[in-house]
């Protein structure tokens, strides 16, 4: 090749990517894929976070996904005992709509430390995590929105009501607030329409603690889950439901929730935080669906109560909403973030 065939293939080169629209788009969103000077770049944004405890400290497990100085998302799973993974599906819209946001583990989750301590599995050292999390994020009122899914949103309730001066917007997803109305709705609305001689199976293993008995499982699953927790034919559950469900630490959730879904029977029987709601000023986005395990016209119920709330409702969604009406769920949970984001 001679030296001016090769530069003139190098100018139409330079000229084809200077003129290419993907370069260009490339470009337009560096800033959001720039990870340079974070001191979690080393593990593509994996941090590991002391968190002190009356037992001692303990590390938790968070990854950042994105950079964007005004809108981050610190999203608080279900559970208790359960893991991030079932936010996955976050992947697939939360970059596209420009938002930063922080996968973690809570204390004694999969990825996180699991100390033997039953005294720390409560509502207030929870509370207290978040905050310590919180604090080593270095999120603020600038740009912190926090997320809360059924139990995670329990909690994003109980952190609103101490610490809500730390926040930007709450989104509290599939919780009511009351674990009583919870109860009274799955006895009321849910169990009636269940096979009553399956539901009668699961009452007597619940009896006699057989929550490990692999057909406790296969009917929870047959006849409540595939119609109120994901509505999907088990062999088509999303790849990180399932490892949700593989990592589930029912050292925690057994104790804090009972065995299942089906109800309330732990910790937080008698947990109700209605008349407190009112006290809850900032931005906040309730999301229910039409076949949740929780009552969606309380949840409703709930958006009218806090000072600044607007509720989303995914009329084909049931518990994870997320997967099984995910487009009404983003579209309306991005939309939430970004208005909040412009002030209006």
């Known amino acids: 090749m001679t030296r001016l065939t090769s530069i003139v293939i190098a100018t139409i080169a330079l000229t084809a990517c200077s003129a290419n629209p993907v370069v260009q788009k490339d470009t337009a969103v560096s800033s959001y894929l720039d990870y340079s000077g974070l001191d979690d770049v080393l593990s593509g944004g994996v941090k590991m976070i002391p968190v002190i405890t009356p037992k001692g400290t303990f590390h938790v497990w968070t990854k950042r996904v994105g950079n964007s100085p005004t809108m981050k998302v610190l999203l608080l799973h279900g559970g208790p005992g359960a893991t991030h993974e079932y936010f996955e599906a976050f992947d697939g819209y939360f970059p596209a709509a420009g938002i930063e946001y922080f996968y973690y583990d809570q204390l004694g989750s999969f990825y996180s430390d699991q100390p033997n301590e039953p005294s720390l599995w409560d509502i207030p050292r929870f509370v207290e995590e978040v905050e310590q999390v919180r604090q080593a994020l270095k999120l603020d009122r600038d740009n912190f929105y926090l997320h809360g899914q059924s139990w995670g949103g329990l909690l994003a309730i109980e952190y609103a009501l101490k610490y809500q001066q730390h926040l930007k ?176």
Request: contains cysteine.
């Open 169 to 344: 917007g709450l989104v509290i997803s599939n919780m009511m607030a009351s674990i009583p109305k919870y109860n009274e709705y799955a006895e009321k609305v849910i169990m009636p329409a269940m096979n009553q001689s399956a539901l009668a199976e699961i009452k007597r293993l619940e009896r006699e603690g057989k929550y490990e008995d692999p057909h406790y499982m296969e009917l929870l699953i047959a006849n409540h889950y595939v119609q109120h927790l994901l509505r999907m034919p088990p062999e088509q559950w999303p790849d990180p439901v399932n490892r949700t469900f593989k990592h589930l630490n029912g050292a925690i959730y057994v104790p804090m929730q009972g065995p299942s879904e089906l109800g309330a029977s732990g910790k937080l029987a008698q947990w109700d935080r209605t008349a407190d709601l009112k006290n809850i000023t900032v931005p906040t986005l309730v999301i229910g669906a039409k076949y949740d395990t929780m009552d969606p016209e309380h949840m409703k119920w709930m958006s009218t109560q806090v000072k600044n709330g607007r509720f989303l409702f995914c009329p084909n969604g049931s518990h994870l909403a997320e997967y099984d009406d995910q487009r009404v769920y983003f579209d309306g949970l991005t939309k939430f973030i970004h208005d909040v984001d412009a002030g209006r």
